[in-house]
């Protein structure tokens, strides 16, 4: 369950007179997700969804629901949110920061075959390039700041082994960032958070991706880790399949060809991706937030990635 925040048929239909998307006709809560309350919403103009923010902070919202707005002009398909009578995207609804974007089709691929990882490559190197002229600056919010900061918290919790792990990933990836290589990697807006649950395909075509509500500035090559760590694992055993991998990676190239410094960024790139999940899922598994209301995610398939990363030699980008 994961409407946290119920809406009735009567409020929207208060509430969506300042859009000029006509009459409410239905609305019906989203099951699926752990961050907000989702509603599919029916309107005189056709299908939406309807977003409550519950945990993010009104002042970060611009930059998510912008962004979208900014990808959606530039002709990627993700969710466009809709502006009121006054251009505003965020007003309150019970409360609470809420926004209304365009309904994709489709659905999640959670098996996803080389093709899809190849449209999912081709896609993030378009979205990275139509971010560049994206004017809000907003730092990745769980980056290198943040492991730092949740680092000691969750450390007391660990094993000794997997303390070392985590203390000495966290140490790497702060010396690594400040190589002449990490600054020169190309960055600007990214999702950072592009599981398989957060694209939809129609058949075989990517129709779209949404939940930006993790997007941030942070280097392009983060992302493409993140994405890789995701579509192209055993779910098992959190091994690379290097046939879906190097269709992820050759789509992208043939986008955006990638720069030197990328190629060496590559494996401790993959290593952060890792890291970055693990550490989440570390931090809310042990200091699950106050009225959290859903099991975490599954840390140990984030430590069994992030020690397979620093192992192996990633495929080549
Ligand atoms: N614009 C959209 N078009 C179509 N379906 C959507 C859209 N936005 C959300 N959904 C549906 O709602 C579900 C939950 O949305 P979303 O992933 O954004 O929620 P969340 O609370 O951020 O969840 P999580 O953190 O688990 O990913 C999605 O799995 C998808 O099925
Ligand atoms: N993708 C995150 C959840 C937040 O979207 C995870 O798997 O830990």
Known sequence: MAVFT?????????????????RARSIKGISSGIENSNFFISTDSGEYVLTLFEKLHIEQLPFYLELMRHLAQRGIPVPAP????????????????????SKLEGESQLDPQP????????????????GKDFKILQPNLRGLAWWLETTPSVLPFLPPELASLLA?????QKDFAATADYRALPRGPVHADLFRNNAMFVGERLSGIF????????????????????????LDTGALDLARAEAM????????PFSPAEGVAWQPMLRAAALRFWLSRLYDFYLPREAEMLTPHDPTHFERILRLRIKETPPAL
């Open 211 to 234: 939940d930006f509500y993790f997007a941030g500035c942070d280097t392009w090559l983060f992302d493409l880790a993140v994405t890789v760590n995701d579509w192209c694992v055993d």
């Open 82 to 101: 809709v502006a009121n009578d006054k251009g505003a995207i965020v007003t309150l609804l019970n409360d609470k920061p809420a926004a209304i974007v």
């Open 249 to 256: 990676l050759s789509a992208y190239r043939a986008v955006r």
């Open 168 to 172: 000495d990933e966290v140490q790497y």
């Open 115 to 130: 093709l899809h990882c190849a449209a999912l490559g081709d896609m993030l190197a378009r979205m990275h390039l139509a």
């Open 6 to 22: 119920p809406v009735s048929l009567e409020q929207l239909s208060d509430w969506i007179q300042q859009f000029p998307l006509g």
